[in-house]
């Protein structure tokens, strides 16, 4: 898919390298709206995208003092999930929370796990146009996407477009608010240096 213009517009204050990087990603979204939440979360984040990896990646928590150099956050377009009893789904983005540095295979070929997870899909003009079964398998979709650990975030196409560094400081809080819960449970159970140092 071509970039639209009013992603190009969102992020043209980048240098060349990364927006050539930053637009291979914007190509897998499937729509304009997509790409414009995404070149929106690109400028808030600040981060770098990874080709190679078909992922935005960045340092979170400059925002939030505490945990500041705990946690690196991804968001890969166009991601396929599965759920806990074998269900896929491809959602629009998925964005998870792993430990900062960690991103990726480690020197003894595991990877950093997931700690936090959230889907966020965008929906076009022809969902409000849904039938009852239409509907009933979005609910459906959405409750398995909870079950397995991946709680779901829904913007109208509308929504972005009129204000799409809303949207993404949407997304924003609700990272934080997960990162601030698991941060506060390691450090109620005295496991923070697990949580920094996956020790």
Known sequence: MQICDEARDLVKT??????????????????PVEQILLAAL?????GEAHVELKRLQCHF???????DGIFTACCEPQRSVTTWHEDRYRVDF??????????GATPDNHFSPELVKLVVEVDGHEFHEKTKEQASRDRERGRNLLLAGCP???FTGSDVFKNPDGCAEKIDEQLNEFAFNLFNE??????????????
């Open 14 to 31: 980048t240098n060349r390298r990364r927006l050539e990087a930053l637009g291979k990603i914007l190509e897998l979204c499937e729509s």
């Open 42 to 46: 690109f400028n808030r984040w600040g």
């Open 61 to 67: 928590g400059a925002d939030f003092p505490t945990y």
């Open 94 to 103: 998925y964005i998870y929370l792993t430990r900062f540095g960690t991103v």
């Open 152 to 154: 779901v975030i829904r």
């Open 186 to 199: 390691h450090l109620r159970q005295g496991r923070l240096a697990e949580l920094i140092c996956g020790s």
